[in-house]
């Protein structure tokens, strides 16, 4: 996708990136839990920032956004925010959007002076996810029962991840 560019996210693009999220939903499950607000899940209080990748069509192809990380954290270590709501349209994955908007993120959060943090369901479905994580320098930390359950009522185990320091080189750019 030589035509892909991120940018900030507009109010606009919340509809546009709706049924984006819905196919996500679909074929793999995320979110776990359909939100009965979908415009309020991807735009919570918590939000700090959000970006959409299009094409140069102004297709939306991808979603992923920056949070006020959850958790509270030592007072004396840097402050954190929470990659979240990242996901890509299954017809534009194996084109690096996910790790473009990744990239993107890791920028802003150096100009920001924030380290980053995630999340993700661990589950055999997320491996894919899992690896791109961890191939762009993510390092599992801990893995930990969420607060919340499935739509099956069952307990979810989450993934915790944080960023190493060093931004590694946008391969795809």
């Known amino acids: 996708m030589d035509d892909l560019r991120i940018r900030d996210r507009e109010p606009a693009d919340l509809?546009?990136?709706l049924p984006v999220?819905?196919?996500v939903h679909r074929l793999d499950?995320?979110?776990?839990n359909w939100p009965a607000d979908p415009h309020?899940?991807?735009s919570p209080d918590n939000a700090?920032?959000?970006w959409v990748a299009e094409t140069g069509s102004s297709t939306v192809v991808g979603h992923v956004a920056?949070?006020?990380a959850s958790s509270a954290t030592d007072p004396a270590s840097a402050p954190v925010a929470e990659v979240s709501r990242l996901f890509v349209a299954p017809a534009a994955r194996r084109h690096n959007?996910?790790?473009r908007l990744l990239h993107h993120t890791r920028q802003w959060a150096t100009e920001h002076q924030l380290g980053l943090t995630l999340h993700i369901v661990d589950h055999p479905r997320s491996a894919a996810a899992i690896a791109l994580y961890e191939r762009s320098g993510?390092?599992?930390t801990h893995t930990a029962t969420a607060a919340w359950t499935s739509p099956e009522g069952r307990p979810v185990r989450l993934r915790r991840y944080t960023l190493a320091d060093k931004v590694p080189p946008n391969r795809s750019a």
């Open 138 to 140: 993510w390092q599992h």
């Open 97 to 99: 959007v996910a790790t």
């Open 21 to 23: 999220l819905a196919d």
């Open 66 to 68: 920056v949070h006020r």
């Open 40 to 42: 309020r899940w991807l």
């Open 15 to 17: 509809r546009r990136c």
């Open 48 to 50: 700090l920032h959000a």
């Open 29 to 32: 499950r995320y979110p776990l």
